[in-house]
């Protein structure tokens, strides 16, 4: 199980097989601490990417769609 | 204001808070939904949705089991590969609310804008340093949202192969950034992977 952890950890696991390695992974302590640590490693990935500004009008439309109350 | 304050800034309805928020991360979450996407109007789309399930859900979010950049990077990334999968939201299995990292930032401003452009660099640092199709294989599922079959099927090798680039590719990023302090060591106390998260995705096509 442990070759498929670092599937896992990319969200590149077919269902069946990311169903077996959740439950593995919390039974597993050795495959628990891998997956932890390669799932902390992917969530720095998205780091990686070219810098883009996003249009200006983007942070006016965030802050206006919140002046709607939330959602109960 | 830190990440902590700005957290409950966001739960108590402060608007000015999500704008805080919005300046603080929204210029990398639109970047990484572009490089997804490649279209800037989806890219909107995807961003806003993000943040505005973050404000409506900001008295769930629990600061101290992760940080609210990884939480919004990580909705964006699914939103995302959703949208260009032709997804629903009824398909997700997603860790919303329930980020793993521990980071949560310097407080001063200046500081935390060196800081995260520091970190981005020695994260593009140590992809660069990957080989070719070990950076592909990684580039393809997180970026792509392909599983490791399609990937092997795309790139005409091995599911094995395609098991041990992901795996040897993580590694060397895992031994990089933790070397340079950019992520933590876990350790068995640990919200971490125990708090039932998963990481498999729903393949609906």
Sequence with gaps: ME?????????????????????????CPSCHELADRLDRTVKAIPLAVDDVA???RLRGRIVAAATLPRPR | MSDTDLAAELAA????ALA?????YGRLAYAVALRILGDSGRAEDVVQD??????NNANQFDIDRGSMRTWLITAVRNRSIDTMRGRGAHERQERELKPELQATGPTSDPWREVSLSLERAA???AMDSLPLEQRQAVELAYFGGFSHREI???????LSTVKGRMRIALEKLSSYLTGRGLIDVPTRTDGGIGSGLGAERSRGR
Excluded at chain 1, 3 to 27: F, P
Excluded at chain 2, 13 to 16: A, I, K, P
Excluded at chain 2, 50 to 55: S, Y
């Design chain 2, 13 to 16: 309805g402060n608007q000015d």
């Design chain 1, 3 to 27: 070759e498929l952890v670092a599937v896992w950890a990319l969200s590149a696991a077919e269902v069946d097989d990311g169903a077996l390695m959740r439950s593995h992974i919390q039974a």
């Design chain 2, 20 to 24: 805080e928020l919005y300046d603080r």
């Design chain 1, 54 to 56: 996003p249009p200006p």
């Design chain 2, 50 to 55: 993000a943040f505005l399930k973050l404000w």
């Design chain 2, 152 to 158: 092997a099927d795309m790139t005409a090798v091995p």
């Design chain 2, 123 to 125: 994260v593009r640092e």
